[in-house]
C-alpha cells in the first residue's frame, strides 16, 4: 500500500485501499476529534466519532479509566479481531490508545478528511450505529504512556529527552492552548528541561504522512537524542502523532507518551512551569 521507506508499511492505509474495503465485516473505522461539528457535517459511511475531550479525557485531561475505555470500544462494535482504522483530527491518539491496550490490528488512513471528500469519495451524514460488542481491555503496555509522576521523575535526567511537540509560542508561554487563548488559573510554559520540536512538516498538502527521510528530518531533534523519549503537546494528539512517527515510521524504541500533556500538567497547582 505504501513505499515511503518506513519502518512499518503496514501501519498506514492509502484512501484507494479504505475505499475498497469499507464494507468489510471486518473493518472498524472511527473519526477522532475535539468536537462533533465536523463529523456532524459529514464523514466517511460507517465510521463512528470518538470526541477527545468527551469520550477520552477526564475532568483534569487524564485519560479516562479503562472501564470507560472498555465501554467506548464496545460500543464502536470492536472486537479483537477488528481491523481499526482512524482518521480524522487525532488518528495517532486513537490509534495509541488502542496500541496501548495491545490491540493487533491498527491503522491510520494516510490522508485527511479534506483531501478525502475532496476526491470525490463516499461521504455521508448517517451516523451508524453498529452492534455492541463484549470487548475486554487486557492490562495496558506500560512502556507506551508516561504519567505527570513520570514526566516530573524525568526532569534533567540525562537518560531521557523531555519531548515538547507544542509550538513556539507554546512553548515560551505566551498561550496555553493551540488556539492562542490562555486557561483562567492554568499556568502556560514548559517542563523544565524539555526540548521544543514542532512537528510541521511531518504530512503532505493532502494529509499523508511524507517520506521517512522527510520524517525524519522535521523529527531530527528526536531522532538524535539518545535513551528514552517521552512527548508531549496540549491535549495528547501531537504527542500521539510524534510518538507513531518515531515508533512504526522510523523504527524507534523507547518512545512514551505523556498523555495528560500540557492541559494536565498546566493546570496543576504543584508541577514546575519554565516559560521563555
Given amino acids: 500500500m505504501h513505499n515511503g521507506g518506513y519502518a512499518r508499511e503496514d501501519v498506514l492505509v492509502d484512501p484507494v ?16 476529534d475535539v ?7 459529514g464523514h466517511i459511511p460507517g465510521a463512528v466519532l470518538w470526541n477527545i475531550y468527551r469520550d477520552l479525557r477526564d475532568s483534569g485531561y487524564g485519560l479516562v479509566d479503562a472501564d470507560e475505555i472498555e465501554k467506548l470500544i464496545s460500543r464502536s462494535g470492536i472486537d479483537a479481531g477488528s481491523t481499526v482504522v482512524f482518521y480524522g483530527y487525532g488518528p495517532a491518539l486513537g490509534f495509541w490508545l488502542m496500541k496501548l491496550y ?42 507506551l504512556r508516561a504519567d505527570q509522576k513520570a514526566v516530573e ?24 492552548w493551540p488556539s492562542g487563548g490562555m486557561e483562567p488559573g492554568g499556568r502556560a510554559g514548559h517542563v523544565p528541561s524539555a526540548v521544543n520540536q514542532a512537528i510541521d512538516g511531518l504530512r503532505d498538502d493532502e494529509g499523508a504522512f511524507r517520506s521517512a527521510a522527510d ?5 531530527a531533534k528526536a531522532d538524535q537524542s539518545a535513551g528514552e523519549l517521552v ?17 512504526y515510521l522510523l523504527g524507534r524504541d ?10 494536565q500538567w498546566g493546570r496543576m497547582a504543584q508541577t514546575p512551569v519554565e516559560t521563555g
Fill in 231 to 247: 512527548t508531549y503537546c496540549t491535549v495528547g494528539s501531537r504527542a500521539c502523532t510524534t510518538w507513531f512517527a518515531l515508533t
Fill in 215 to 219: 520524517v525524519r528530518h522535521v523529527l
Fill in 35 to 41: 468536537n462533533p461539528l465536523a463529523y456532524d457535517e
Fill in 254 to 263: 523507547n518512545v512514551r507518551v505523556y498523555d495528560g500533556s500540557w492541559a
Fill in 102 to 143: 495491545r490491540h493487533a490490528d491498527v491503522r491510520i488512513l494516510d490522508c485527511s478528511r479534506d483531501a478525502w471528500k475532496a476526491a470525490d469519495r463516499p461521504w455521508t451524514t448517517e451516523v451508524p450505529v453498529p452492534s455492541m460488542t463484549r470487548y475486554h481491555l487486557p492490562e495496558p503496555d506500560h512502556a
Fill in 153 to 176: 521523575e524525568a526532569i534533567g535526567e540525562s537518560n531521557v529527552t523531555i519531548l515538547d511537540v507544542r509550538t513556539d509560542l507554546e512553548f515560551r508561554g505566551e498561550r496555553f
Fill in 17 to 32: 485501499w479504505l475505499e475498497e474495503h469499507l464494507h468489510d465485516p471486518a473493518l472498524r473505522l472511527v473519526e477522532v
